[in-house]
């Protein structure tokens, strides 16, 4: 399949997510708690290395990506760490954005005689409303904003699976076999830190297969993703 070069552009998929971003990001630095929550407890135990006794057999990627905050005083660590969750969950709600623009619009006869663009994408003037509309269902849902404001784990899970959508998203649009890479890179880190991806497998694979078609089957691109999947997985070993 020939690749396309570039890739849609405007203010929807680029500059709207970004501006989402930074509003929740914004959001939840004034709505952040200042200190360990009961939710929080296990996870900051485990960015701080105060659970010393007991060794860290789970969630490998966020122990790596704590390392800096152990350089900070004790009485600092716990909001630093309730930060860097924040900052995932603003991005994983800039990811939400650009994923549900980059969804296609041909599905129906109806969609297919009104949308004639080339990627299939929604370029009426109210494009931006269903992206604003998703971020805000997600944003101010309370499960969501009580894992955003406080180091519980959750936000980087998402962050992850937030990615492994637009991976696929994004193929769809210029078929370059790097978003495929990518996906399976980040799937492998993904399910080393949290084992609950390796439910989410089948329907990822049904999901690969559907956007790429047979070629996902081509020895040299199986060969890759497969490759970059174990390598994605190395990091339980950290």
């Known amino acids: 399949m020939q690749e396309v070069e570039q890739s849609p552009r405007g203010f929807v998929l680029s500059l709207l997510p970004w501006l989402v971003c930074g509003l929740a990001l914004l959001l939840y630095l004034v709505t952040l708690n200042h200190w360990v929550t009961i939710a929080s407890l296990p996870t900051v135990a485990l960015l701080t290395d105060w659970n010393w006794w007991s060794p860290a057999l789970q969630r490998p990627l966020l122990y790596l990506l704590s390392w800096p905050l152990r350089l900070l005083p004790a009485g600092a660590q716990p909001i630093a760490a309730n930060v860097c969750f924040a900052l995932c969950a603003a991005a994983t709600l800039g990811l939400l954005a650009r994923s549900v623009a980059l969804l296609p619009h041909d599905r129906t006869r109806e969609q297919r005689q009104r949308e004639r663009s080339e990627f299939s994408l929604l370029t009426i003037s109210a494009a931006w409303l269903p992206p604003v509309f998703a971020v805000l269902v997600c944003a101010l849902q309370r ?48 399910t080393a830190n949290n084992w609950a991806m390796i439910g989410f497998f089948p329907a990822f694979f049904v999901a690969v297969v559907w956007i790429a078609g047979s070629r996902v089957f081509e020895l040299r691109l199986l060969t890759r993703m497969l490759g970059f999947g174990l390598l994605g997985l190395l990091v339980y070993l950290v």
Not at 145 to 174: K, P
Request: aromatic content about 18%; hydrophobic content about 50%; some cysteine.
């Open 143 to 190: 499960t969501f904003w009580e894992n955003s404001v406080a180091a519980t784990g959750e936000s980087l899970d998402l962050l992850l699976f937030a990615y492994l959508v637009r991976c696929l998203l994004e193929y769809r649009l210029d078929n370059r076999e790097t978003w495929l890479w990518r996906f399976t890179l980040v799937y492998g880190v993904a």
